[in-house]
């Protein structure tokens, strides 16, 4: 089993900037892609970037220049930071992380982000 756990999640101002984590444990080995997900208030959820084991990102349009993903394979550990944010970011934030061995995704318990004056 593989646990995923975001912290980092708040109320931010419009314009203001945000570092989401997500670390991982358990049986872990053969983690390849991770990724940040979210979810808005009555909107399906959606991709907001991809990083590859080897650190090759891609982003969704609404978040390019925006928002940076890395990630830390030492610890295990996946982040976003988010820049020069919006009331439309607003959303529950979720990471996952695949294992290509198994053909399985695992998925955190999300962490809220707010952005509002």
């Known amino acids: 089993q593989v646990q995923l756990a975001e912290s980092g999640g708040g109320l931010v101002q419009p314009g203001g900037s945000l570092r989401l984590s997500c670390a991982a444990s358990?049986?872990?080995?053969?983690?390849?892609?991770m990724g940040w997900y979210r979810q808005a208030p009555g909107k399906q959820r959606e991709v907001v970037g991809i990083?590859?084991?080897?650190?090759?990102?891609n982003y969704a349009d609404s978040v390019k220049g925006r928002f940076t993903i890395s990630r830390d394979n030492a610890k295990n550990t996946v982040y976003l930071q988010m820049n020069s944010l919006r009331p439309e970011d607003t959303a529950v934030y979720y990471c996952?992380?695949?294992?290509?061995?198994?053909?399985?995704?695992?998925w955190g318990q999300g962490t809220q982000v707010t952005v509002s004056s």
């Open positions: 990083i590859s084991s080897g650190g090759t990102t």
């Open positions: 996952n992380a695949y294992i290509r061995a198994r053909s399985s995704l695992y």
């Open positions: 358990g049986n872990i080995a053969g983690i390849s892609d």
